[in-house]
């Protein structure tokens, strides 16, 4: 919903898109409402684009880039960089990480893991999280969560491999049917080749070993062939890069993969949670 609000604390990148549309539109002698006809928006969305009221969307830069971008690639870019403008403050530095990464290793304990979120899932547990989030917000947030899914697809192929705990499996969000479908997700996910996709039992500390009792982890390589580890708890984060510290947490990482169901046996328990195998 567009606000006063958002004049005040548009981003650069978001008041940088509003100056080059409204420059462009004039060069072409259109009005706000020419310019909404050709992009399939309202003279008053455009209006409140151009004012940052309501800074263009992702789907908005799509047809921006159709529209006025003439090959330059400019608002594709600017698509990048807005959705970066979402992102909780926190997490920003991490999201750089991760798209850039070679490899991923993750350990998911409370909740699946964004990268193998539905959308519904996604919506479901940022719109029912505290404080509660306006609902535009949580909208926001949920495209953002859905465009980190690039890096399954990106050139160089990104390794992944991650371990989802039982609990986070079995715990209900949003409902049934979105519980179902998410399994659906994680099953077909599971089948990348770029993908190993594992779960932590409930039962794994009765052998007597448990490596997971420090909770989730990300453990990220880089380009330049490093390993750093992103650690989140309670809308604080931290990233780490010292060689001891990061060490530890990759044989910590290692040892839960080991703990945990092997990727086949952990296909087979999706699809039986999505009620596709008996």
């Given amino acids: ?106 350990y998911a304990a409370n909740f699946i893991h964004g990268l193998f979120q539905t959308q519904d899932y996604a919506r479901a547990l940022i719109g029912g999280g505290f404080p509660p989030l306006p609902d535009p917000r949580v909208e926001e947030l949920v495209e953002v969560r859905m465009a980190r899914k690039a890096l399954f697809d990106r050139e160089p192929v990104a390794m992944i491999e991650a371990v989802l705990d039982e609990s986070a499996l079995i715990r209900g969000i949003g409902s049934d049917d979105i519980m179902r479908d998410q399994m659906r997700y994680l099953a077909n996910v599971a089948k990348r080749r770029n993908v190993s996709l594992q779960v932590l039992p409930l039962d794994a500390g009765l052998s007597g070993e448990y490596a997971a009792g420090h909770g989730s982890l990300n453990i990220v390589e880089g380009a330049d062939h490093k390993h750093r580890v992103y650690l989140e708890v309670q809308e604080e984060s931290w990233t780490l890069s010292d060689p001891t510290k990061v060490s530890t947490h990759a044989q910590r990482c290692a040892k839960i993969r080991a703990e945990a169901m092997g990727p086949r046996e952990s296909l087979k328990f999706f699809e039986r949670l999505a009620g596709d195998r008996k």
């Fill in 1 to 106: 919903m567009a606000s006063a609000e958002n004049k005040q604390t548009a981003s650069p990148m978001a008041l940088m898109v509003a100056e080059m549309v409204r420059t462009m539109r004039i060069q072409r002698g259109w009005t706000q409402e020419q310019l909404g006809l050709e992009l399939g928006y309202s003279a008053a969305a455009v209006s409140a684009m151009e004012t940052c009221a309501q800074p263009a969307s992702d789907a908005m830069l799509v047809e921006l880039e159709r529209v006025l971008g003439n090959g330059t690639y400019i608002f594709q870019t600017a698509r990048r960089y807005m959705r970066m403008d979402k992102y909780p403050e926190e997490f920003k530095d991490y999201v750089l990480l991760e798209q850039a990464a070679l490899s991923l290793q993750v």
